[in-house]
């Protein structure tokens, strides 16, 4: 009889809905971690016994080899455990439940957040005039800001990993400082530049004028505080003085006027 057919169907869909498979993760809304940190993925099945689960990473059935990794099924809740992230921990983790009415699965994707400690170019020596690199290899995910520093200050913006200074000055010369970070932080490392040359302090064009009578020496300054004394002074010392600089860079020179007045 067809009120017969009716209890039976609904003894059929009462039991097959017993069977219905659900899954979803807890961690739906969880996706960055930083390296070294302990990591637990959870999800609740709902259906009936038995069902079996399983996990794939990256589509691929995950091993059970790594110590630092572990897989649970208690009270329906199903979890994956790190106990400290590595850089082969990221990817897509798929969780994958069964039972006989059928197959669910939910996805997972573990975005690791790290970085290696910059190193930067050893200390390095150039000539005036030169081109000076400095190069910062860096490693990490997400992307990463790199920021450079001189002597504590930064720099005009530059973001890229190598910096490229032409035509190097004296004053150049200090301690370059590679920052780079992320969400996992922030950390930086330094190299020396060492700018070999040098540098006149005063122009060819300054003008001494001295009265004799006053004046009993006559000392001429340049770099390291280097000096030219003239003792007792005579009219016969007006001229013109040269000097002339020189170290394995070449030479370079400046002239300085002195004019003598008396009798």
Known sequence: PLSVLRHNLKVLFL??????LMLYLKNSTF?????????????VVKGSAPISIKWLKDSKLLIDDDSSVTTTFEN??????????????????TCIAENEAGQQKSILPVNLCWFIKPKASASISVTVGEMAMLECTISGSPE????????????????????????????????YSCQVSNEAGTVTNAAE????????????STIFH????????????????????????????????KLEVANHVGTASCKIKLSVSGW
């Open 76 to 93: 329906n809740i199903p979890c994956i455990s790190f106990t400290s992230v590595g850089i082969k921990h990221g990817g897509k983790y």
């Open 193 to 204: 530049l060492l700018v070999k040359g040098w540098t006149i302090l005063f122009l060819s």
């Open 15 to 20: 039991f097959m809905s017993l069977r219905v």
């Open 210 to 241: 001295l009265t004799h009578l006053f004046s009993s020496f006559l000392p001429l300054f340049c770099l390291h505080s280097e000096q030219f004394i003239i003792s007792q002074l005579y009219l016969s010392d007006a001229g013109e003085y």
């Open 144 to 175: 990463l800001k790199v920021r450079w520093f001189k002597d504590g200050k930064e720099m005009i913006k530059k973001y890229s990993s190598s910096l490229e200074l032409n035509s190097v000055e004296a004053m150049q010369t200090g301690v």
């Open 31 to 43: 996706s960055t971690v930083l390296l070294g940190n302990a990591v637990k993925l959870q999800g």
